[in-house]
């Protein structure tokens, strides 16, 4: 899984599809503070330890540099940015009942507008699994040599707990 490279000053806006998706009741948001735990937990128990962990340190910025999609008072998506390295978008999920109906890209979107807020050119999503998804919606270019990149001798802790 390479990492890829995103201009962030050719983004497309995040307005249009973060109206359509509250029309069916999706609204993005940044988590408050008092819902760390809740949303940790979530991230935990639908992708495992690691996002979980990663998903914490957002939670040590203000603003938490996280987005979450809520429908019907749950959480179905989430979207983290400068938490694995500075600049790194992710990680990212939707929950998968919730998938194929832009959740995903307006995450995404929210999260790359809010690197460009903090002063990025660019940024960078690491090891990107599904590289298709992020070169249709953003244009990401993958950067050679770069995997493993920054993820190498780590300690497996990937268990949902
Ligand atoms: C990747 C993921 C976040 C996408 O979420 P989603 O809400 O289903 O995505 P969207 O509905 O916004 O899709 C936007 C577009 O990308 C396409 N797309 C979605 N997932 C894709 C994938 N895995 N590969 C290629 N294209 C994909 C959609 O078909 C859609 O195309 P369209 O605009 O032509 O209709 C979701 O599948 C997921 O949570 N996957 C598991 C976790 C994961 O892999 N995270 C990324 C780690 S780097």
Same mark, same amino acid.
């Given at each position: 899984?390479?990492? #890829?490279?995103?201009? #962030?000053?050719? /983004?497309?806006? /995040? ?5 359509? #998706? #509250? ?18 937990? $979530? ?7 690691? $996002? ?5 340190? !957002?939670?040590? @910025? ?6 979450? *999609? ?12 400068? +938490?694995? *390295? ?12 919730? @998938? ?8 995404? /979107? ?12 660019? !940024? ?10 992020? @070169?249709?919606? +953003? ?12 993820? @190498?001798? $780590? /300690? ?6």
């Amino acid at each position: 899984m390479p990492d #890829l490279l995103v201009k #962030l000053y050719e /983004l497309p806006a /995040l307005a249009p599809l973060q109206e359509r #998706l #509250l029309a069916a009741g999706i609204k993005l948001r940044h988590p408050l503070a008092f819902e760390k735990k809740a949303v940790v937990e $979530w991230v935990n128990r639908e992708f495992g330890a690691e $996002w979980a962990s990663e998903c914490e340190v !957002a939670f040590a @910025r203000q603003p938490i540099s996280c987005f979450i *999609a809520v429908q019907d008072g749950k959480i179905i998506g989430f979207a983290c940015y400068d +938490v694995t *390295a500075k600049g790194f978008f992710g990680p990212t999920g939707v929950t998968a009942e919730a @998938r194929g109906q832009g959740v995903g890209r307006a995450l995404l /979107l929210a999260a790359l507008h809010g690197l460009a807020e903090m002063g990025y050119a660019y !940024a960078i999503i690491g090891g990107a699994g599904p590289v298709d998804f992020y @070169r249709k919606a +953003v244009g990401a270019i993958e950067i050679e040599g770069s995997e493993p990149g920054i993820y @190498r001798d $780590w /300690l497996p802790t990937g268990e949902r707990t």
